[in-house]
């Protein structure tokens, strides 16, 4: 069953979102005062058969894999999952081993010879494995259950020296009343209250 399309089927502010080219992390940190990485998990992990076969490495079993939730204002909005092979993340992936709490994109859009092949998009069905997945690792970090829908994803492979890295983000928290679809602007000074002449 195909999951992953290069059509983003989201509609209005999430469409913008699940579909803008550049750093996720400096969109996220403009919707809010606060932004910040909570690491979920980072290692040696077994591999999808999907996630394999999109780095182009169907025989890898097991992988380097980091997986944190992005913050917004201390509220859990997004969980990203990054894959590489392990020899790779001993080598042009590195420095992803030392990220510790910043972002990915602090090394995807600051370093030099990176390639990013175009986003696939996918809408996560509760019954697959991979929602699951997401539902888990969000529950054990923030404490909530996720809400009984699809979720947005997307998907992209980064490219630097031969070596692929896969980075799949889920847009898992709803549309909240935070605003963090919608990004900030700054404001100017209150009107000061109308006098009678």
Not at 28 to 45: D, I, M, P, T, Y
Not at 86 to 112: E, K, M, N, Y
Not at 174 to 197: E, F, Y
Request: glycine share 8%; proline share 7%; charged share 20%.
């Amino acid at each position: 069953m195909k999951v992953w399309s290069k059509r983003n089927v989201q509609r209005g502010s999430r469409k913008r979102w699940v579909g803008a080219t550049g750093s996720l992390s400096a969109r996220l940190a403009a919707a809010g005062q606060r932004f910040s990485v909570q690491v979920l998990s980072q290692g040696l992990q077994a591999l999808d058969p999907d996630e394999a076969s999109a780095l182009g490495l169907t025989r890898l079993k097991v992988g380097y894999v980091r997986e944190v939730l992005l913050r917004v204002d201390d509220v859990a909005v997004v969980f990203a999952r990054s894959v590489t092979a392990h020899p790779h993340s001993q080598g042009p992936w590195r420095s992803i081993r030392g990220l510790g709490t910043r972002p990915l994109a602090d090394v995807l859009f600051v370093q030099h010879g990176i390639a990013r092949t175009p986003l696939q998009f996918a809408s996560l069905q509760t019954a697959s494995a991979l929602h699951r997945h997401v539902a888990h690792a969000w529950l054990d970090a923030t404490g909530a259950a996720l809400a009984s829908r699809a979720l947005p994803a997307r998907r992209s492979v980064f490219t630097r020296g031969a070596a692929p890295l896969l980075v799949m983000e889920v847009f898992a928290a709803p549309d909240a009343p935070w605003g963090w679809l919608t990004t900030k602007t700054r404001r100017g000074p209150p009107a000061l209250p109308r006098t009678k002449p």
